[in-house]
Every structure is written in structure tokens, then in C-alpha cells.
């Protein structure tokens, strides 16, 4: 698609995931993508600390994306991890209400470079994702999108996607969570 490649979010693409951030004020005002982690003494003190934190948990292993590359420059990551590892997610109380039993991954955040938003970045980085969870043993795989219902909105808003992006990733709907999110889910099979 496009020319575009990816990799994972780890040490040695730090350098890049940090440039993309750093273009663009540390993502929504400083949140480094955090907000989905664990609730951390450091995490919202400061957009510099939300960095120096990202940066420790890339380095310990304790956060996954695969980044969109085009040539050298990231342009966009899709955040995906454990339960565990992203167990902030909107709407959770009515989320567990419905849920039997958890999946063995969540992909939580989207980020595209404003250069190259509605020009298929999500889709690549959403195909890297399952790329390196089946590199990990694959399971059951959830998103929670937007459901747009077809209107237009903001690229800028859509931080969890879209629901047709995930349709055409072979998600298939589940149910409803809060007002204009859904549940989606695939099984991606060990690679």
C-alpha cells in the first residue's frame, strides 16, 4: 500500500516514534500515547514526562506498536497490547458489563502524521499490528472504533479508527460501547 512499510515500537525505532511525536506537540498536548496504560506516578505530571516515561517502557518492553514508515520517517503507529498492558480503555464499566472473557489483545490507539492522514497509514499500521501479534503467538484480538454510520469526521479524532477500517481488516462487529464506539474483534492466527 503506498510504498509504505512498518516495524515495532522498540528500541531501535524509538528515535523515529519520538520524531513523529515530537512534530506534532507529543500527540494530543503531551499524552506520548499513555493514556491507555496503567495508571503511572509519572504519567500526566507533564508532556516531558509522559516522554521520559514512554521512552522507559519501549526499553523494558512494557508498551507494542507497530509504526508506519514511509522511507526512513514514521508517519503513524497503531498501539496494541494485553489487557494487562492497556486496561484503560473509554468506557469500561459498560465494556465489562457485557465482556465473558477478556481478549488476548487490545489495539487501542491510532496516530497519523497530519501530512498523511486519509492516505491508508491507519490501514498499514493496523496490518503491521497483526502482523506482529501473530509473530507473538496470535489469539483473540479486539478494537473499539469509531462508528461513524458513514458521516464524515475529523481525522484528528478518530484515535481508535474506524469501524469500516476494522471491516476491512476482517474484524467483525460485536456489540456496542458507549455512544459512537463499537466492539470489534478477529482471532489472528500464530505466524
Given at each position: ?13 524509538w ?15 503531551g499524552c ?57 480503555i ?15 489483545y ?21 496490518r503491521?499490528?497483526?502482523?506482529l ?17 458513514g458521516?464524515k469526521?475529523?481525522?484528528s ?23 459512537n ?11
Open positions: 500500500m503506498n510504498g509504505y512499510t512498518t516495524r515495532p515500537l522498540d528500541p531501535t525505532t528515535n523515529a516514534f519520538a520524531e513523529l511525536a515530537e512534530r506534532h506537540n507529543g500527540v494530543w498536548g506520548w500515547c499513555l493514556w491507555f496504560h496503567p495508571a503511572d506516578d509519572e504519567r500526566g505530571q507533564s508532556p516531558e514526562g509522559n516522554r521520559r516515561l514512554k521512552e522507559r517502557m519501549v526499553r523494558e518492553g512494557r508498551t507494542h506498536a507497530a509504526l508506519a514508515f514511509d522511507g526512513d520517517v514514521a508517519v503513524g503507529w497503531c498501539q496494541y497490547g494485553t489487557p494487562a498492558e492497556l486496561p484503560s473509554y468506557h469500561r464499566k459498560e465494556y465489562e458489563a457485557g465482556v465473558d472473557v477478556l481478549p488476548d487490545r489495539i487501542t490507539c491510532f496516530f497519523v502524521d497530519k501530512r498523511y492522514r486519509r492516505k491508508g497509514v491507519s490501514a498499514v499500521a493496523l503491521g499490528a497483526l502482523e501479534i501473530a509473530s507473538d503467538g496470535g489469539g483473540v484480538v479486539e478494537a473499539y472504533p469509531q462508528d461513524t454510520q458521516k469526521i475529523s481525522a479524532f478518530l484515535y481508535n479508527g474506524t469501524r469500516s477500517l476494522f471491516e476491512q481488516a476482517g474484524f467483525e462487529y460485536v456489540r456496542p460501547k458507549g455512544k464506539h463499537c466492539v470489534m474483534s478477529t482471532t489472528v492466527a500464530r505466524a
